[in-house]
């Protein structure tokens, strides 16, 4: 069995992520060159199938309210060269008070 088929069978943020590395899906995270008040998110038909998993594992996690990549450390394999900002992801209600302030 595959490491991406049991990605997918067991999702959690860790096992989709190692998944998705393997398979080179790379997003691009930074403001919005016309709105810096906003955040883009840019991919190919991978990338975007990466987040979408990674988003419903983290639904499901049982294991933390918080999961983070960043272009810089930890989860650098899945974004672009060109991506400059990192995307955290905070599941309310929080298991961590102060570590996940906006």
């Not at 294991?63 to 995307?87: R, T, V, W």
Request: aromatic share 8%; proline share 5%; charged share 20%.
């Amino acid at each position: 069995m595959g490491r991406y088929y049991q990605a997918m069978k067991n999702a959690t943020v860790d096992n989709v992520s190692a998944a998705y590395a393997d398979r080179v899906a790379q997003i691009i995270v930074r403001p919005l060159r016309t709105d810096p008040n906003m955040i883009l998110i840019e991919g190919d038909e991978l990338a975007f199938e990466f987040l979408g998993k990674l988003f419903l594992a983290h639904a499901k996690a049982i294991n933390g309210c918080g999961f983070s990549i960043d272009p810089h450390g930890a989860g650098s394999a899945l974004h672009s060269k060109e991506s400059i900002l990192g995307l955290a992801l905070h599941r309310l209600p929080c298991d961590d008070p102060g570590r996940w302030e906006g």
